[in-house]
Structures are given as C-alpha cells and as structure tokens.
C-alpha cells in the first residue's frame, strides 16, 4: 500500500525513472508524445487512445475530445522531463486524481514506447514516487528544483524539457498552474534570482555529499 493518501487541494511531488536507469525518451519525438500524455490524460472523462484520436477529423469528433480535457484530475504546477526520468509538482483536484492520472500516463506512454522500440516489459522502476509538500518552504525550493533540474544533474538544457520558461516569461505557453508560486513574489525576475540561487544550493549539497562519500570509501 502507498504511504502517500492524496487529498484534494494539497500539492504534491511525483516522479519516476527508466528501469535500470534506462532512458524513457530516445529522440524529441517521444519527449513530444509523453508530454501530449500528459496533457490528454489529465481528464475526469477517460479520451481513450491517443494514436486513435489523432485520426478525429470531424468537428464534433474535436469537440467531445475538448470537453473531456476541459476537467482535469490534477493542476500541474511544476515539470520536467529528462532522459532517464521525470519530475512533476501537481495540486489534487478531484478524488483519486494523482491515482487515475499517473496510471494512464504510465500504461498509455509505456504501450507506445514498447511497440516503437520493438521491446517488451516495465519502461519505469516500479511504481512513481509520491511526496506531499509540507510546507510553503518546500513548496517554492521544489518547483525551482524540478523547473531547473537539469542544472542539478549538469545536462545541457537541450536535454531537458520543463516549465522553467512559462515561471520567467519567456514563451506564450501557459500549461502549467504557475500562479501559487508567482503570486509570492513581486515579478518573474525575483523568481528567477530566487530560483538560480536554490537550485545553485543544492547542487553544491549534492557535489560536497558525493566527495565526501568518495573520500569514505578510500
């Protein structure tokens, strides 16, 4: 059983990886359609498969399929997408919304992944994990966390996909629920030095964590 009860209007922190750390995105093609996941499975209403939906060309087809995304199961609030794992910040937002939502992102983008790559099997390390954010500190260190986690883990932002863009204005793009965090500081910018100045904090805990766990194996 999951430690992790979820419960409406809270936040929380999900994410997962490739089995044997393996990558789940080989090309920007399957980065495109897992984040087309996301954003398609997060409906109360299930829409059923997206690679049968894309051949909807009628009108009515297109408007039973918006309404349907129209009331989704979670807000998300944060992402990122890198080639061995994921990070989201979501808000609950209907009962059992992370539940529904995690499993048909995971069985829908594991079905597509397996029949392009011709294998078979697990694509993720079992099942995602879930934290609750605890606290407002958290909550604002995490989302700088999963908006800048490629400079935590020092890949090239080419390798990574995240909601970084829409928190300091710098696309038209508005998916993510930006405002719970924005709305605490007094513009982008202010964000963003909070944001460079957290995340260039923790990566130092993790450099000066790893040194000296080399230095106790020597």
């Known amino acids: 059983m999951r430690k992790t009860l979820f419960a409406n209007g809270e936040y929380y922190h999900l994410y ?3 089995v044997d ?11 495109s ?14 829409i059923g498969s997206i690679y049968e939906n ?9 408007q039973v399929l918006k309404r349907k995304s129209e009331s989704k199961l979670v807000n998300m609030v944060a992402y990122c997408l890198n080639p061995n794992h994921y990070h989201f910040v979501v808000e609950q937002v209907v009962d059992r919304g992370v539940e529904k939502f995690m499993h048909r992102l995971s069985t829908g983008y594991t079905k597509y992944f397996n029949k392009k790559h011709d294998r078979s099997g697990t694509l993720f390390q079992g099942p995602y994990k879930a934290v609750h954010v ?3 500190e958290y909550f604002l260190h995490l989302s700088a966390y999963v908006n800048l986690n490629y400079k935590v883990h020092r890949l090239g932002s080419l390798a990574s996909k995240s909601s970084w863009e829409e928190y300091i204005g710098e696309t038209n793009m508005s998916f993510c629920s930006t405002k719970p965090i924005l709305e605490q500081f007094k513009n982008q910018q202010e964000y963003k030095i ?11 805990r993790r450099r000066a964590d790893k040194e000296l766990g080399d230095k106790l194996l020597e």
Request: overall charge neutral.
């Open 16 to 18: 997962n990886r490739g």
């Open 21 to 31: 750390k393996r990558n789940i995105f080989s090309d920007s093609y399957d980065t």
């Open 33 to 46: 359609r897992f984040f087309q996941s996301i954003s398609e499975f997060n409906s109360v209403e299930p």
């Open 54 to 62: 894309s051949f909807s060309k009628t009108i009515k087809d297109k």
């Open 134 to 136: 605890g606290s407002n």
């Open 194 to 204: 909070f944001a460079l100045e957290s995340v260039q904090c923790t990566a130092e």
